[in-house]
């Protein structure tokens, strides 16, 4: 690997479309680290949307990643929840489900748990 290292989402290598054409999951690989820009479309659930397709009850795998428009709403299998949007930064356990909260499209960047490992 070179010491720099320069890649663009708009000609990413693995393109993820969400199941109803409800957005995409973009990713780029860096050796052997991910980031996954995300553009959600309202009305997608990760429950409605992922579930039927990885068969668990929740969402098994952790997010860490950053929010720069729209707002997403996150309940864990714990009872806890938030919703974070716009400059929020996020870190969400395995055991939830989440869904675009609003009429807006959410388009965040994910550094873990990408979206490729639910697809």
């Known amino acids: 690997m070179s010491s720099i290292e320069v890649q663009s989402f708009d000609s990413a290598d693995m393109k993820n479309i969400l199941p109803d054409d409800m957005g995409e999951a973009a990713i780029l690989e860096f050796g052997d680290m991910k980031i996954t820009r995300l553009r959600i479309k309202p009305g997608w659930r990760w429950s409605d949307h992922i579930k039927p397709m990885v068969g668990t009850d929740s969402c098994q795998v952790r997010h860490l ?13 714990d009872g806890t929840e938030s919703t974070y949007g716009v400059g929020d930064a996020y870190s969400v356990l395995p055991g939830h489900d989440a869904w675009v ?13 990408t979206w490729a490992d639910q697809n």
Do not use: K, W
């Open 65 to 77: 990643g950053i929010i720069t428009q729209g707002r997403v709403h996150v309940v864990h299998d």
């Open 101 to 113: 909260e609003g009429d807006d499209m959410v388009e965040g960047f994910e550094l873990a748990g």
